[in-house]
């Protein structure tokens, strides 16, 4: 069974970083696509940023382009969103899924979603 288990969530001061984790597990790291996404209570689901093995791209929304970066390591089946110059708009429960094997381009999921998989969050929290 595919497993997404979220972690690195907690409270920052508006400025810092935060680097979650997606620990993955149930499947070969070598075909997926694997995006974080964000939800604030009342609003919409946003796609925050994707990452495939196999086209190896990367995709981001453009409130947390240039502040986030997105990277595999795939010998730990984890992925990883660092995120820097954290706002109190980034203040959200963040989600990682996964589509495993990996059917649409990355810039899809974030649009669209699609991804079969979801972990159950961790909550980021930025203070000012």
């Known amino acids: 069974e595919v497993q997404l288990v979220e972690s690195g969530g907690g409270l920052v001061q508006a400025g810092g970083s935060l680097r979650l984790s997606c620990a993955a597990s149930?499947?070969?790291?070598?075909?997926?696509?694997i995006g974080w996404f964000r939800q604030v209570p009342g609003k919409e689901r946003e796609g925050v940023s994707c990452?495939?093995?196999?086209?190896?791209?990367?995709s981001y929304s453009e409130s947390v382009k240039g502040r986030f970066t997105i990277s595999s390591d795939n010998a730990k089946n984890t992925v990883y969103l660092q995120m820097n110059s954290l706002k109190a708009e980034d203040t959200a429960v963040y989600y990682c899924?996964?589509?495993?094997?990996?059917?649409?381009?990355?810039?899809?999921?974030?649009?669209?979603?699609?991804?079969?998989?979801w972990g159950k969050g961790t909550l980021v929290t930025v203070s000012s």
């Open positions: 899924a996964a589509d495993v094997p990996q059917y649409y381009s990355c810039s899809y999921y974030l649009t669209y979603y699609g991804m079969d998989y």
């Open positions: 149930g499947f070969t790291f070598d075909d997926y696509a």
């Open positions: 990452i495939s093995s196999r086209d190896s791209g990367t």
